[in-house]
């Protein structure tokens, strides 16, 4: 059982940046691959980035370039950086863990979730 705790979402005006942070209990974090998912009102929910168990790392096209993730397995915390923020990058950003190899982009893959933080870009 793993359970998930996003931190550091906020209001930040269009080019600034925010780190959001996801804090994991458990004690196999490391053999999680995770993701960060974001969704806006009226929205599906999408997938933003993730981070294999080796460290691969995956984006969706729109943040590549602004965004970056990393994680540290001797805090159980997975980090979102996300810079040169964009208006159409509000929304509800939720941390994601799946226990297999590679890096799921399908939502229904990942097997725990946090409650999610709000991230809010003004123009």
């Known amino acids: 059982q793993v359970q998930l705790v996003e931190s550091g979402g906020g209001l930040v005006q269009a080019g600034g940046s925010l780190r959001l942070s996801c804090a994991a209990s458990g004690r196999t974090f490391s053999t999680y691959a995770m993701a960060w998912f974001r969704q806006a009102p009226g929205k599906e929910r999408e997938f933003v980035a993730g981070?294999?168990?080796?460290?691969?790392?995956l984006f969706m096209d729109v943040v590549k370039g602004r965004f970056t993730i990393s994680r540290d397995n001797t805090k159980k915390t997975v980090y979102l950086q996300m810079n040169s923020l964009k208006p159409e990058d509000t929304a509800v950003y939720y941390c994601?863990?799946?226990?297999?190899?590679?890096?799921?982009?399908?939502?229904?893959?990942?097997?725990?979730w946090g409650q999610g933080t709000q991230v809010t870009v003004s123009s």
């Open positions: 994601a863990a799946a226990n297999v190899y590679g890096i799921p982009t399908l939502y229904a893959n990942y097997n725990y």
């Open positions: 981070l294999s168990r080796s460290g691969i790392a």
